[in-house]
């Protein structure tokens, strides 16, 4: 019988009944996964940090999704391995998983360089970025958004960290020299422990600081510089991390560094775990988070359960810090009800969490979880396959965080109109010689004037020099010192009558817009110079220079006459280089001084060439612009050295306080008294009595009881074209 529609109707109709009761066609919608991108660094420094910190993520997801995800939806994670610590990788990054995969939330960096550019990232889309490893306090205070959850401790607290615990177990310790990273980070770092420990000891000194780049393969020059002015040192503060900790400690170790020098860096168990039986035992460690320091229930619960997963090996702290992300931000999600990240930030503010560090809540003013940090001292007497440390000292986040008022304080301060200043260099930076110490000194000045937006070019001196100034001016810099070489002031400057142009050369005002700024190296030079007089034996002193222009002889002279005064015998040598910064040539013209008879050489130039050249003959050195002990570390004897940090400081303040013009001839020449000049520590070639002439004849300049050159105006000194009677040499 042929069925009808309408009885073809009526069955359809019974089947779909009888088969949703009997469940036949029960449909479970699928929701959509919530997506998590991490940007991971898996080489040089970073690459144990990201692993484990990958790790740690992996297993809270897999719990998470095992007891059905996060408001019914699974967790998904996406990782890219850029495999290097670049920014301009990471931002490409990061932006393919916010517009190609359409990521919910971001994860990581390492760097904290790196983070500061995906935090522009991530506020430009309107993206929470949880930050476990970065810690550059920028996150959240300079530089806060609102996208960036930071569930570790910041380099703030960090810095603070180090700092109670060195004065804790050195109450007497006064002279403090930091070993940092040349990066957001190190500098950071540097920054909180000198102003911590500047409070806990008002008298406190910071005798020296050195900011290796990072993946730096080679420490002995730093090595050696710190042991030369070990009786000068108390204490070293550094944070150093990961491969670059692991590298400089086996070097440290050769030169019985760790016998001579208190010393403190970030030892967390990944480190301590590539060192083994290298871990110098009694040395004080720092982290953030590593199960050993912190042994509570919880932790020891995950401790087993990533021991499970991961056949048998122990999570570090940056595991720890990677778990806890997670779950912040599973609370927070389900907290807001949602994945939209305006509801979860709203849902950070304030929010209580509990995690395996203990009771860590997240403030509202800038979401830095108020985490506790940890350190201890290395011992071998460990429990497990590795150093750990004894006498841990958990320092609760409360009482290292910067305070809220603070916070608000300097974010007023940022919002000041930004002063932006450049800093266009000569050579390049490492150069460890005029260059090394003007960046040094912009970096100083900026981190002293949180108005300051600064920036820094190298190698700017030639043809295009013009081309380059007006380019810097062109993007809005009010600010542009030209340091050794004026680039076309003249030119350039009444082209840009609101822009304010220093020449670090000394000579002529270029423009009414321009103004000057020097050191007054000769004095330290004369110092250097009392100090060759009474080291050398044949009577012959070499003095490898540049350009034969009025600043190098006055400099010249200062140090003839600084030998002359303590030994009448005493000749200085002179040939020129012809130039201020060529190596091979520098070290020709050295060796050549050596070949003379010279047993004490001294130079005028931009590189560290004449340094190697007097270690390699073993002849006594002293610098010229930096301190290079790391260069020649059994032979240096002391060094003149550029401190650009007051006279730049000073020029931007007042360009920014409007009084500019009201200097004298807008023409800042700082010498030994301001502190723009100054000698680099003695090593321990120099007998105290000559240590005891200098110093009596510095203080005399500083307290102006004594001229170099007495009598003489600042233009007549400008001037200065002849040579002392002990010189010898030739001045075309």
Known sequence: MALTTKT????AVVLLVVGFAAGWFLITPTLKPIKLGHIGDYSGTCE??????????????????AAGGILGR???YLDREHGALNIDIGVRELKDLILKDKIDFALGPCSSGEALALQEVTGDYNIIRVAAIASTEAQTVDNYNGTTLHVGVNTYMDGRGQARRIHRDFPNAKKFYCFNQDYE??????AAFEEEIKRLVPDAVIVGKAFPKLGETDYSPFITAMLAMKDDIDFVQSSLYGADLVAFTKQAQGYGFFDELPFMAAYDIDVLRALGKDAPEGVYGFAKGDFFADPNPKMMEFVEKYR?????EYPSGWAVLGYDAIYALKAAIEKAGTTDT???REALKGMDFTG????????AIDLMMVAPSYNGIITHESPYPFPIWRDVWRIDGAEVIRPEESVLEVRAALREPKLKVAVLHYGPIGDYGWTYEAHVGAQAMAEALPYVELSERENTSGLYSPQILREYAEAGNEVIFCHGWDLGIEEVAPDYPDVIFMWGGEVEKKAPNAGRYYGRMYEASFLAGIVAGAMTETNKIGYATSIPIPGVVRGIDAFAKGAASVNPDA???VEWIGEWYDPPKEKEVTLSLIDRGCDVITHRSDSYAPAEAAEERGVYFISQYSDMRRFAPHVFLTGTVWNWAPVMTDVVKAVHNGTWDEYPGQDWWYGLAEGGVKLAPFSDLVPENVKKMVEEKKQAIIEGEFEVFPGMTDEELREIYYFEPNVVGELP
């Open 308 to 312: 499970a997963k991961y056949n048998g």
């Open 356 to 363: 395996l560090r203990g009771y860590t809540p997240i403030r």
């Open 185 to 190: 980070f190190g500098y950071r770092e540097q």
């Open 8 to 11: 073809i109707a009526v069955i």
């Open 342 to 344: 305006d509801a979860v």
């Open 74 to 76: 699974q967790l998904e």
């Open 571 to 573: 000749e200085v040598y």
């Open 48 to 65: 144990m940090y990201s692993t484990s910190e990958k790790k740690g993520q992996l297993l809270a997801i897999e719990e998470i999704n």
